[in-house]
């Protein structure tokens, strides 16, 4: 009861003088658009999809996005299927979650290195994912369960051989989308 | 009125008011947000941009535009990393950009290259933004007369001159004569066209070999391209005066034959070039230089179509924009970028395993320099026993290959790793012969009834290397008979 009289008392900005009033929910109201606007370029929407195009919305995955596309794992798989875990809904959007906090961290800081590699987090999920379709044929493998060795040691050429974040030319980057108003349209050079 | 009501809200008790200055706390907070919120709106739409409009042209570059600074304008990225080059304090186990000083490091050097400038003062050179500094500062220029060719490789401010001049007159003048001329050191103008950005060949010299080698330089790859600008000035040259064909001084590289060790010596051999007499065999020796571009077209990365920009000027990813790292340096300190592209293995594992191969290499070179120091020794031992020039001159030219064998490889940067096992084998080759004149040496001196080994001066310090250099330089040589 308490909690909810101290919402109501900061929502209703009772006893305040009304320009003040005014001007916080002026400033409450441009923030609201700002961050409607935000989710609109940075496409977040999509961050609750399962698309691929959704990886690569910032630049540091458009090298994995191209060389996913034209791998073998283009045809039958997304990112999400590999790179997220897959054991209940809430660990997949627990995992996604983080994981996209660090990166937008990473990326509006500038601190991306250039040849990507998995973290400590994502190899077991990634590992029990490879498990998870491939699990036919490494019945007679005895490494399959394996805490030692990971699927891509051997087969490390999943993404290509080549793994630096700019190792495909700048013109073969996926277009981003639209974000509206043809301000960023995108194909404009 | 207000007071009243005021007081009502109040004793109903259940929503209380807010103090004054909490509306001033959240009208702060409202704001920061907006602020923050709009730097990362920002950011994204920055990013963004960056992805689509990769470059923007302020300011055309004018043809022969050999000042840096103006081609930075348009390529911002590009310029800012090309002013790391001027970063002269990093060091690798055996590279770097520093000043290292290989004569007091290994004073054999002074022995084998007695009677070149370079048993006087010879540096690790630093960053290509030092390379008018430092050519300028170098005890191997000799005054009052140097060729001009010596500033071919050093600025680019060369293309423009040689434009001027006629490239024959360029090389034939007085290096003292042009230094008012030479004031950008290497930048862009050097492998870049003004208009286009595309890559090409500013120096004569490269585009010449190639028409020897019946190649044709014009047809190449863009990748193949990413490493022949730095083979423009990062390969073994030597300077060539034939009147006939009036040319003085004239900027050669020695592909004739092929771009092999052995082609490269034969051609010399041919032609019987000699670049100084060691005073202390009386032998006519040749000084190699750098053949970088040589060595690393027989390793593994040539092989592979890895250029020498792939790891010495790595792609670089800013946010939205992709870029060629100007800052050239050696992959041992910018690994993440470098070698982790293709090879994933972490920082330390790739460092640790770059070092072990260059460390074999230096033992190898350094037994080479051992065998090389006692066959000039040993043959001036047997001059003063007596042995004729005659009969000096099988083991001098054995031992004239042994250190071109060696200098190929010494003189090369990357201690070997250009090409491991081929420097390794060149390297052989250098220990073979030089122990193959020793032999013939140690049956001459036993002919002159001298059964026991000369008595070896101390080189172990520079200054005492120096000073058994300077002695044979001299004619006041020591007694090496036991």
């Known amino acids: ?189 | 009125m207000s007071e009243s009501n005021v007081n009502n809200s109040t004793k109903s008790g259940q929503v209380p008011n807010l103090p004054l200055w909490a509306g001033v706390a959240i009208a702060v907070l409202a704001a920061g947000a907006i602020f923050l919120l709009g730097l990362l709106a920002v950011s994204i739409m920055e990013r963004r941009w960056e992805s689509q409009r990769p470059v923007m042209v302020l300011k055309p570059v004018a043809d022969y535009e050999p000042d840096s600074a103006n081609w930075g304008v348009n390529y911002p990225r590009q310029y800012d990393s090309y002013l790391k080059n001027r970063v002269s304090d990093t060091n690798t186990k055996f590279g770097g950009a520093s000043h290292r000083d290989y004569l007091e490091t290994d004073p054999r050097k002074v022995i084998l290259w007695t009677g070149s400038a370079f048993s006087k003062d010879y540096l690790q050179a630093r960053g290509h933004y030092y390379a008018i500094e430092d050519v300028t500062n170098s005890k191997r220029v000799s005054v009052p007369f140097q060729a001009a060719t010596c500033w071919t490789c050093k600025g680019t401010d060369v293309p423009r001159m040689m434009a001027k001049m006629g490239v024959k007159e360029f090389y034939a003048g007085n290096f003292h004569d042009l230094k008012n001329e030479m004031t950008h050191p290497v930048g862009c103008r050097d492998c870049h066209d003004p208009q286009t950005m595309k890559l090409q060949i500013t120096r004569p010299a490269l585009r010449e070999a190639f028409a020897v080698m019946g190649a044709d330089i014009n047809s190449v790859t863009h990748q193949q391209m990413r490493s022949l600008v730095c083979a423009q000035c990062h390969s073994e040259y030597y300077f060539r005066t034939d009147e006939s064909a009036g040319m003085k001084n004239y900027l050669v590289f020695p592909w004739k034959n092929g771009t092999g060790a052995e082609a490269i010596l034969s051609y010399y051999n041919d032609i019987n070039f000699t670049d100084f007499v060691n005073p202390i065999s009386k032998t006519p020796m040749i000084k190699v230089q750098h053949p970088d571009y040589e060595t690393y077209l027989t390793g593994i990365h040539a092989y592979r179509d890895v250029s020498c920009a792939d790891c010495h000027m790595p792609y670089r990813t800013e946010g939205g924009s992709k870029f060629t790292d100007h800052h050239v340096q050696s992959p041992l300190l910018n690994i993440s970028a470098s070698c982790a592209v293709c090879h994933r293995w972490s920082e330390d594992e790739m460092r640790v395993r770059v070092e072990a191969i260059q460390t074999k290499m230096q033992d190898s070179l350094i037994a080479a320099e051992d065998a090389l120091v006692e066959a000039h020794f040993d043959i001036a031992a047997a001059s003063q026993a007596g042995v004729s020039d005659n009969d000096l001159s099988q083991p001098r030219r054995l031992l004239r290959d042994a250190q071109f064998y060696w200098d190929y490889i010494s003189s090369s940067n990357g201690m070997g790793f250009h090409s491991p096992t081929e420097s390794m084998r060149i390297t052989g080759l250098s220990i073979d012969l030089a122990q193959q004149a020793r032999v013939l040496m140690a049956r001459l001196l036993a002919e002159k009834g001298v059964s026991k080994q000369p008595a070896y001066p101390d080189i172990s310090s520079r200054q005492n290397a120096s000073q058994v250099s300077q002695q044979f330089t001299e004619g006041r040589q020591t007694k090496l008979l036991p």
């Open chain 1, 1 to 189: 009861m308490k909690v909810l009289n101290l919402a109501r008392m900061v929502v209703s900005l009772r006893g305040l003088p009304k320009k003040w009033q005014i001007t916080i929910y002026l400033l409450a109201g441009l923030a609201a658009g700002l961050a409607l606007f935000i989710s609109r370029i940075s496409n977040a929407a999509s961050y609750l999809s399962e698309s691929p195009q959704t990886c690569m919305n910032c630049h540091v995955m458009t090298d994995a996005y191209a060389s996913w596309q034209r791998g073998s794992h283009g045809r039958v798989t997304v990112c999400n299927d590999c790179h997220v875990p897959h054991t209940n809904p809430v660990a997949k959007y627990a995992f996604k979650a983080s994981d996209g906090l660090k990166h937008s961290y990473v990326f509006t800081f500038r601190l991306e290195p250039q040849a990507l590699d998995l973290s400590k987090g994502a190899k077991p999920v990634v590992q029990d994912n490879c498990v998870r379709c491939h699990s036919q044929v490494l019945e007679m493998i005895r490494l399959s369960d394996s805490s030692q060795r990971k699927c891509w040691d051997c087969h490390n050429n999943i993404h290509g051989p080549i793994h630096g974040i700019s190792s495909s030319p700048a013109e073969l980057r996926p277009e981003l989308p639209n974000a509206g108003l043809g301000i960023n349209g995108k194909g404009d050079n």
